[in-house]
């Protein structure tokens, strides 16, 4: 028999891993864990990599940006400064140029009234129409820099387009009569009587146009006409303004230009009729300005029309007949005053000696802003044994002291209320805002137009 021991099958001993297996296997397993951990660095590498290149570039971007920034910074106060340079080279300019301008066609005025030959007579005229002509160039630097800087302001006030006509009409006629042309100017029936906008630069506006028409006409006729476009009650009324003359006209190719600063129509253009080919580029401007269009068509040798539409507010306001200058001062109360005159060129000095002399008006005369503060002290001082200044006729640009500082002394060291006028040179925007701020009363340009200081100064003395 067989036992159960024998019945019963002997198990298989567990296989055993002999020690190189097992460190094989472990090595296998470190070699893997430090493959991952490479691989998580690599990656961790790259990231930060990534991040460094993406940082860098943002720095880069940055430094870029800063750098723009600084060359415009740097660019903008070039900019600035050269406009300021500009402005005060254009001032210089004006005030130089104005300055022997004022003596040319003051002393030129007074020639005239005296008894002269014929051929005198002429040439007093052509020194005082070549002066003018020096004046209205210098006005137009002026007008273009005003319009570059956006300082050119318009005013509103009540005009008349019918009265304006009458007034361009007459101060065109001559011009127009020299030349044999025929010249009329014609405002349609249902013109509104009055209008609120800006008629001194309408007036310059049509000035500019009808005497270039003038100019470049030899025969024939320069017809300005002025019609209504729209006049609704709630609206604005818009105006349409025409320049047709008979005149050489314009080439196809060269209408293109010719709003274009400095551009005439022919190169010798300028050698023959003269002018600074600025005026028609101020009139497109002036136009613009003001919300209105200026276009022109031309057939050349047959003749030109420059139309402009302008919008005009209607008021129902009266239009105040200005006074004949005339009847606005009285020379016998000027002559009563005493007049103290703060003017450094010998040249205007002379001129304003002449000139109140032929009146019988009394001045004294302080060759700067200091000299005329301390003749003011002496004659309107307390204890003053000589007759008071009534008004002060004041220079800006002097040496020493100049009218500006002479003006702030008066007003607030001295607290003197007299009436002090500007007598500048300079013309350019915001200078008349600038003397009056200052404590000056009123301002007057040169060349100084007689008729007008005369009113100004009793406008501001009759009282007294």
């Known amino acids: 028999m067989i036992s159960a021991d024998q019945n019963t099958m002997p198990t298989a001993a567990p296989k055993k891993v002999k020690p190189l ?3 094989k296997a472990k090595n296998a397993r470190l070699s893997e864990e430090k493959i991952s951990l490479q691989n998580t660095e690599k990656a961790l590498l790259n990231i930060l990599d990534d991040y460094s290149e993406e940082q860098l570039n943002m720095e880069n971007t940055q430094r870029a940006v800063l750098n723009i920034l600084e060359d415009y910074s740097e660019a903008k106060e070039k900019a600035e400064e050269s406009t300021k340079l500009k402005e005060s080279f254009l001032a210089n300019m004006s005030h130089e140029i104005r300055t022997p301008m004022n003596a040319i066609i003051g002393f030129s005025d007074i020639l005239s009234k005296r008894p002269l030959g014929d051929q005198e007579r002429e040439y007093v005229q052509t020194i005082k129409t070549a002066g003018e002509n020096l004046v209205n160039i210098i006005n137009d630097i002026l007008d273009i820099s005003k319009i570059e800087a956006g300082m050119m302001a318009f005013e509103e006030v009540t005009f008349s387009v019918k009265e304006m006509f009458k007034s361009l009409h007459v101060m065109l ?8 042309l025929e010249l009329m100017f014609v405002c349609d029936e249902d013109m509104p009587e009055i209008l609120l906008g800006d008629p001194t630069r309408l007036t310059q506006i049509i000035i500019n146009l009808a005497g270039n ?10 017809v300005v006409h002025a019609k209504v476009l729209k006049n609704n009650p709630a609206e604005n009324a818009i105006l349409e303004f025409s320049i047709q003359d008979t005149g050489i006209g314009i080439l196809p190719d060269k209408l293109v230009h010719i709003f274009e600063r400095f551009r005439q129509a022919e190169s010798n253009t300028t050698r023959k009729y003269g002018g600074t080919g600025l005026g028609l580029s101020i009139a497109k401007q002036l136009v613009e300005l003001q ?3 200026l276009t022109v068509t031309s057939e050349f040798k047959i003749g030109s029309l420059f139309s402009f ?6 008021t129902l306001e009266i239009l105040h007949e200005p006074e004949a200058i005339a009847k606005n001062y009285n020379m016998e109360d000027l002559a ?16 304003i000696l002449s000139l109140f002399s032929e009146y019988n008006l009394k001045i004294v005369v302080a060759e700067n802003g200091s000299v005329g503060v301390e003749k003011l002290k002496e004659h309107n001082g307390v204890d003053s044994l000589t007759a008071p200044f009534d008004i002060i006729l004041m220079d800006m640009e002097m040496p020493v002291m100049n009218g ?9 060291e001295l607290n003197s209320t007299i009436p002090i006028i500007a007598m500048t040179a300079h013309a350019m925007a915001g200078e008349r805002e600038k003397c009056l701020s200052l404590g000056m009363n009123d301002y007057i340009s040169k060349p100084i137009h007689v008729n007008l200081l005369f009113e100004k100064m009793y406008n501001m003395t009759h009282n007294f």
Do not use: C, W
């Open 404 to 412: 500006y500082e002479a003006t702030t002394i008066i007003r607030n």
């Open 213 to 222: 028409a003038i100019k470049f006409t030899q025969a024939g006729s320069v």
């Open 173 to 180: 006629m001559a011009k127009a009569k020299e030349k044999h």
């Open 336 to 351: 009563k005053l005493n007049i103290l005159v703060v003017e450094d060129n010998l040249l205007n000095v002379k001129l």
């Open 291 to 293: 919300g209105g269009t």
């Open 21 to 23: 297996q097992r460190i």
């Open 309 to 314: 539409s302008i919008p005009y507010k209607k």
